[in-house]
Protein backbone atom coordinates (compact mmCIF):
# COMPACT_ATOMS: atom_id res chain seq x y z
CA UNK A 1 0.00 0.00 0.00
CA UNK A 2 1.07 3.42 -1.04
CA UNK A 3 1.21 6.46 1.46
CA UNK A 4 -0.50 8.17 -0.77
CA UNK A 5 -3.62 6.01 -1.18
CA UNK A 6 -2.91 6.01 2.53
CA UNK A 7 -3.93 9.73 2.41
CA UNK A 8 -6.52 9.26 -0.43
CA UNK A 9 -8.16 6.99 1.98
CA UNK A 10 -7.75 9.23 5.29
CA UNK A 11 -8.97 12.03 2.91
CA UNK A 12 -12.48 10.14 2.24
CA UNK A 13 -13.07 8.70 5.55
CA UNK A 14 -12.47 12.35 6.92
CA UNK A 15 -14.37 14.65 4.33
CA UNK A 16 -16.79 12.62 2.43
CA UNK A 17 -18.24 10.46 5.06
CA UNK A 18 -18.14 12.56 8.12
CA UNK A 19 -16.24 9.66 10.03
CA UNK A 20 -14.31 11.61 13.18
CA UNK A 21 -10.39 10.54 13.20
CA UNK A 22 -10.53 9.15 16.95
CA UNK A 23 -13.07 6.32 15.22
CA UNK A 24 -11.04 5.62 12.41
CA UNK A 25 -7.45 6.04 13.24
CA UNK A 26 -7.49 2.71 15.51
CA UNK A 27 -9.12 0.96 12.95
CA UNK A 28 -6.48 2.28 10.43
CA UNK A 29 -3.84 0.81 13.01
CA UNK A 30 -5.56 -2.34 13.10
CA UNK A 31 -5.62 -3.32 9.15
CA UNK A 32 -1.49 -1.52 8.94
CA UNK A 33 -0.67 -3.92 11.86
CA UNK A 34 -1.08 -7.37 9.65
CA UNK A 35 2.04 -8.92 8.83
CA UNK A 36 0.91 -9.78 4.48
CA UNK A 37 0.06 -5.91 4.50
CA UNK A 38 3.04 -3.75 3.13
CA UNK A 39 3.45 -0.34 3.18
CA UNK A 40 5.66 1.15 0.42
CA UNK A 41 7.65 4.17 0.48
CA UNK A 42 7.22 4.04 5.00
CA UNK A 43 8.09 1.64 7.99
CA UNK A 44 5.02 0.12 9.53
CA UNK A 45 6.53 1.89 12.77
CA UNK A 46 6.93 5.63 11.32
CA UNK A 47 3.35 5.40 10.00
CA UNK A 48 2.16 3.99 13.65
CA UNK A 49 3.76 7.09 14.90
CA UNK A 50 2.09 9.21 12.15
CA UNK A 51 -0.94 8.70 12.57
CA UNK A 52 -1.24 8.58 16.39
CA UNK A 53 0.21 12.12 16.23
CA UNK A 54 -2.45 12.58 13.45
CA UNK A 55 -5.13 11.55 15.73
CA UNK A 56 -4.74 14.84 18.37
CA UNK A 57 -3.41 17.20 15.84
CA UNK A 58 -5.79 19.87 14.03
CA UNK A 59 -3.67 19.51 10.65
CA UNK A 60 -4.47 17.41 7.54
CA UNK A 61 -2.49 14.00 7.12
CA UNK A 62 -0.19 14.87 4.14
CA UNK A 63 0.99 17.73 6.50
CA UNK A 64 1.48 15.56 9.35
CA UNK A 65 3.13 13.17 6.77
CA UNK A 66 5.64 16.27 5.84
CA UNK A 67 6.42 16.78 9.38
CA UNK A 68 6.87 13.22 10.40
CA UNK A 69 9.37 12.71 7.16
CA UNK A 70 11.63 15.95 7.43
CA UNK A 71 13.94 15.22 9.96
CA UNK A 72 16.63 17.51 10.40
CA UNK A 73 15.94 19.15 7.10
CA UNK A 74 13.82 22.80 7.34
CA UNK A 75 10.91 22.65 5.90
CA UNK A 76 10.19 25.70 3.93
CA UNK A 77 6.74 27.16 2.72
CA UNK A 78 4.17 29.72 2.47
CA UNK A 79 1.36 27.03 4.16
CA UNK A 80 0.90 29.12 7.24
CA UNK A 81 -0.99 25.69 9.05
CA UNK A 82 2.36 23.52 8.45
CA UNK A 83 4.37 26.40 10.10
CA UNK A 84 2.56 26.29 12.80
CA UNK A 85 3.00 22.67 13.40
CA UNK A 86 6.92 22.61 12.58
CA UNK A 87 7.81 26.08 14.65
Known amino acids: VSILT ?7 LEYTYL ?31 LLESFKTKKIDFSRMYLVHIKGERKIVSFDKA ?5 S
Open 6 to 12: IQELVWI
Open 19 to 49: IPREEFIPLLLTLFSLKNLKIVEYKKALLTQ
Open 82 to 86: LLKVI
